[in-house]
C-alpha cells in the first residue's frame, strides 16, 4: 500500500523558512515523479512544485519560482520542499503527491497524496 507522509510544517513569521519533508513507502520511489500542492482555507489545491524521478528536471508554480527549492533523495524515498522568503500568502495545507505518468502540474495526474501538512505564516 502506498503510504505517504509529509512532515515539518509549522507556524513561521515572513521572510522567515521552512523545510518539508515526504517520506514514501509501498512504492519503487525512483520510478515516480513526486509534486507538491498546496491548498489554503476556501481556496482550491493549487500546484506549487514537482520533480522527475531522477530529479533531472523540476517545475515550479510562478508565485514560488526563485523562493520554493524541491529535491529529492531516492536512497531515502523522501522528497523535500524548501520554502524561503515565506510570505503570508503562502499559509496553506501541504500535500505531496505521486504519479508515474509524466511531469504534471495537474492534480489530477497524481493519484496518490499524503495527509498534508500545516504551513502558516505570520505577519
Known amino acids: 500500500q502506498v503510504q505517504l507522509v509529509e512532515s515539518g510544517g509549522g507556524l513561521v513569521q515572513a521572510g522567515g523558512s521552512l523545510r518539508l519533508s515526504c517520506a514514501a513507502s509501498?512504492?519503487?520511489?525512483?520510478?515516480?515523479?513526486m509534486g507538491w500542492f498546496r491548498q489554503a482555507p476556501g481556496k482550491e489545491r493549487e500546484f506549487v512544485a514537482a520533480i522527475s524521478w531522477s530529479g533531472a528536471r523540476t517545475s515550479y508554480a510562478g508565485s514560488v519560482k526563485g523562493r520554493f527549492t524541491v529535491s529529492r533523495d531516492n536512497a531515502k524515498n523522501t522528497v523535500y520542499l524548501q520554502m524561503n522568503s515565506l510570505k503570508p500568502e503562502d499559509t496553506a495545507v501541504y500535500y505531496c503527491?505521486?504519479?508515474?505518468?509524466?511531469?504534471?502540474?495537474?492534480?489530477?495526474?497524481?493519484?496518490?497524496w499524503g495527509q498534508g501538512t500545516q504551513v502558516t505564516v505570520s505577519s
Open positions: 509501498g512504492l519503487t520511489f525512483s520510478s515516480y515523479y
Open positions: 503527491a505521486a504519479t508515474t505518468s509524466r511531469l504534471s502540474d495537474y492534480a489530477a495526474s497524481f493519484p496518490y
